[in-house]
């Protein structure tokens, strides 16, 4: 009872609080340069900045769409189903970067031999149809598949891939995994583990990035130059998101990821900056 | 504190015919307290209604998930939650007990107070931390351990349950200490003057007559391990629709807490039922905890009442 009573004063303080914190939530992906940013704007301009990774995009998105953010950060487009949620929010995607989104491996997967999966073998080993790395040419080792939870932007852009549309991708029960340190972590420490991820995350030691295989027998790989040109098919463009035009501090921290010193931290964690896109993404 | 406040049915201006402020303040903030309560069950309720109209009683007994064709059976997660706080309870308890019975009984008065100290930070350790702890190191550790069952990953429900043996472990041992701490200590002498030895003393006599506050510390711990989030959501695996059968608890599974705890509350955002379905969760484990921490308090009253 006492804590249900303190828990009302926290709240009653909290919402006098924030008028004056700039929070921003979403994509564990986005996170790393706008937490950079972040920091050297708390350091430079003395403000007051909260990043937080709760829920990844959607939890971005919806966190925007309550008004409890002022900037949501996103790894997928706002889709129309998050508009006809929050009718009254004007969602204002700005684009600061791109970035893939790779199939990964582990370490006894890749030295086995399997360094690249064409669609129809990602479907087999989402769908749990291929249950044994052997059957797509890879070690005599079972398929343990960490599904990133759907809901996240990674996901979303691997369903887009692999079955043109998130909702027409078969609900699987696989283990989930959430943010991108915990999904680069499980698949290191597990024998024959898959996962989706952000193909900057894969360090090439623990975690290995497959290339994919097109129809014609082309191994496509999340080079700079592939996601530029959208050759290689899970491309993504990484937001920001204000409601309408971004005001005040808002305004301040989003020009700032702009800005060519913004630029660099979206370069420098492995992504595309915007001067890098050869076309522009819808 | 609530039942003393509230329970005068006299007029406020009582006894000596004045105002009291003191009473009218605590009997206004004890109403608010119990209106929140109250409040929060109620939404929970209202919001959970359309799962509820739909499944009816197949919402608890159903055991498959799939939110995109509407079917909604909690019965995987609840599974999951009452394996994941049995396990804790069942690998806590016995260290907690024999602890607290060393510190209660056999170290002296100043060093035990520090070691209770101590206990008492480790409680207050954020569980994030112990979710981490538990990532890096608790689920590699059972991985290798279960090597011979051939486990798919380190993230089980058995892995949960150590971890969160881990968390509750501070709450049973102080509280089971505070219990032992409560039989009189006239009764320990009489024991010892009567000639019996210290462990006949300890476990003959203290131990028995603690029982009902040993109790009550189970059932908090147990209670504490029915609504941790954060470090079951690290390494419970969080597969929806594991099998209610012995092997899964080497497998990935789904409490109900990882599951409210994960992505799918923001895609159930505005879908009346998939939003009923997850705030039915809510419900389900608000009832849980409520009940056992009832049953832990009524014990540990009831411990009190002998003591005096």
């Known amino acids: 009872m ?26 564990t992906t986005v996170n790393l340069p706008a937490a950079e940013g972040a920091e050297i704007l708390r350091a430079e301009k003395k403000m007051d900045i909260q990043v937080d990774t709760q829920g ?38 700005i684009h600061i970067g791109e970035d893939a989104v790779a199939m990964i491996v ?15 073998q990602t479907q087999d080993l989402y769908e749990g149809k291929v249950k044994n790395w052997k059957e797509v040419g890879g070690p005599d080792e079972r398929v343990v598949f960490f599904n990133k939870e ?25 283990p989930e995994v959430g943010g991108n340190e915990e999904t680069r972590n499980k698949v290191g420490s597990t024998r024959g583990a898959i996962s989706q991820l952000s193909s900057s995350w894969a360090d090439g030691k623990k975690v290995f990035a497959l290339g994919i295989k097109t129809e014609s027998g082309d191994v496509l790989q999340p080079t700079p130059d592939n996601i530029a040109t959208h050759k290689y098919p899970m491309s993504r463009p990484l937001f920001l998101i204000t409601n309408g035009e971004p005001q005040g501090e808002a305004k301040v921290f989003v020009d700032f990821m702009l800005s060519p010193q913004g630029q660099e931290l979206v370069k420098k964690h492995g992504y595309l900056a915007l001067d890098q896109l050869k076309t522009e993404t819808p | 504190m609530i039942s003393a406040s509230a329970r005068p049915s006299l007029p406020l201006a009582s006894r000596r015919g004045r105002f009291s402020l003191t009473k009218s303040a605590s009997l206004a903030f004890s109403l608010l307290a119990l209106l929140t309560l109250a409040g929060l069950v109620l939404i929970f309720l209202v919001q959970s209604l359309p799962v509820w109209r739909q499944e009816g009683i197949g919402y608890i007994t159903g055991i498959k998930w799939f939110y995109r064709a509407n079917l909604f059976g909690a019965l995987p997660m609840i599974y999951g939650t009452l394996v994941v706080a049995f396990i804790a309870l069942l690998l806590a308890a016995p260290i907690g007990i024999s602890a607290a019975l060393f510190t209660a009984e056999i170290l002296p008065p100043r060093v035990r107070l520090v070691l209770k100290i101590l206990v008492e930070l480790l409680a ?30 380190g993230d089980t429900l058995l892995t949960a349950g150590i971890l969160l043996a881990v968390m509750i472990l501070p709450t049973v041992m102080t509280l089971s200490d505070d219990a032992l701490r409560g039989v009189p200590a006239a009764q320990r002498h009489a024991a010892r003057g009567l000639g019996l030895t210290r462990a006949e003393t300890a476990l003959g006599l203290t131990l028995p007559q603690a029982l009902p506050g ?9 209670g504490r391990a029915f609504g941790e989030t954060i ?31 994960g992505s799918e509350t923001n895609i159930a ?19 849980t905890t409520v009940v056992v921490t009832l049953l832990g308090s009524r014990l540990a009253q009831r411990r009190n009442i002998h003591a005096e």
Not at chain 1, 157 to 165: E, L, P, Q, S
Not at chain 2, 214 to 222: R, S, V
């Open chain 1, 2 to 27: 006492k804590f249900l009573t303190s828990c009302c004063a926290l709240l009653a303080l909290a919402s006098f609080t924030q008028a004056e914190t700039l929070k921003i939530n979403g994509s």
């Open chain 1, 56 to 93: 990844g995009s959607s939890g971005g998105i919806s966190a925007l769409g309550d008004g409890q953010v002022q900037i949501g950060m996103s790894s997928k487009p706002v889709s129309d189903d998050d508009r006809t949620k929050y009718p009254k929010v004007k969602f204002n995607p």
């Open chain 1, 106 to 120: 582990s370490k006894d997967v890749w030295d086995g031999g399997l360094q690249a999966l064409t669609k129809q």
């Open chain 1, 150 to 174: 759907p809901g996240r932007g990674t996901w979303e852009v691997f369903a887009h891939w692999a079955y043109g549309d998130p909702k027409k991708a078969p609900q699987v029960s696989l």
């Open chain 2, 124 to 153: 207050g350790v954020p569980s994030v931390v112990y979710g981490l702890l538990g990532i890096l190191y608790l689920r590699n550790w059972v991985y290798h351990l279960l090597t011979p069952f051939d486990p798919l990953s």
């Open chain 2, 214 to 222: 040993i109790g009550a510390a189970l059932l908090l711990g147990l």
């Open chain 2, 231 to 261: 470090a079951v959501f690290l390494v419970v695996g969080r597969q929806d629709n594991q099998p209610l059968a012995w092997r899964s608890l080497i497998e990935a599974g789904q409490t109900l807490t990882s599951k409210l705890g």
């Open chain 2, 269 to 287: 955002y505005g879908d009346s039922l998939h939003w009923a379905a997850m705030v039915g969760l809510g419900l389900i484990l608000l009832a």
